[in-house]
């Protein structure tokens, strides 16, 4: 169900509609149906509505329950070309092969840092794009990252297919021991043929450059080198992407780098940029692209610079030079002012004076 005859189904096309309205979430293909989706009204279960993404979602964890299995059987059937044949045949096998589990990726030391982000990239393409229409890992955008973090791992002890927004959290999990690399989200709303689809993937920015790690149906618009000079170039790419599905970008929210440290915490900021790409011209999409980027990593070099002086006074060093014990007043008042008791100095404060 994850490879290319589990996809083609969703590219049949819907009855017209006479107002567009947001249908799918999480990078949709073009020309999906309505009658594939989930019904709408049922229980919070029935479809993930953050986003208005009308996709069911496995919110019981693991191991999957029942009731969760067979809605994802069904869900299956209704988007796979040959419905319940393919189901039957599946479940009615009596022996199956047995699918791979990926290793995790493993940081050394002699890795650049392109080489690693092209190691997890590899990992999560491995792990493959889920087709089904079942998101098996929930995924709430307002838990704190430590949160978020244990749901990775059961990501890479589970080793099943994802989705975008679950490669996002994959991502960060896996580049959280490159304090270098800088990690932020980045969301896409496209329209087509009336209909508006959302996206995410995970931009990063390391030693001047930026790229993308990410999944998605359309290799194009998953992964980007590092290799991107600014934000707008890489921003423009992704627009570029598009335009081959003949989608058209409406909006790209860009939110704020995401902390290293795995027991955080801080929500993850999804939406700290917000811009109207279709009502933009590029000139002025690029200007607040590049400000953007420019006040985030002015942010970052005041972050690393105040970071150290704070250490050194919380351990009760100074940073200024050591003073003298007493200081002579020179002023005129002081010069003026005589010891009080100078003049009747006894033998005992004579000594003390030698």
Known sequence: MTGSNSSSS???RGPKVTKPRSRSTQDRPPGASASLLPPSGGSEEEGDRDGAAPFHVNRSGFPVEPHTWERMWLQAARIHPEGKAMVEKIRNSAQLPVPPIPAVPIYRSSMSIPDWLQAVQSYMKMLQYNHTGTQL?????TRPLSGLMETAKEMTREALPIKCLEAVILGIYLTNAQPAVERFPIS???QFSGNYFHHVVLGIYYSGCYGALGMSRRSDLMDKPLTFRTLSDLIF????SYKKYFHSVKKVKIGLYVPHDPHSFQP????QLVLNVGKMMQTDLKKELEKYARDMRMKILKASSAQSPVKERCRGKSLSPPRRACRRDKSPAALDKKPAELSTLNEVGY????
């Open 188 to 190: 896409f709303k496209t």
């Open 237 to 240: 790419e992704f627009e570029e």
């Open 268 to 271: 993850i900021e999804w939406r």
């Open 137 to 141: 890992f929930e995924i709430r955008k």
């Open 10 to 12: 969703l590219h049949r």
């Open 351 to 354: 000594q003390i004076r030698i």
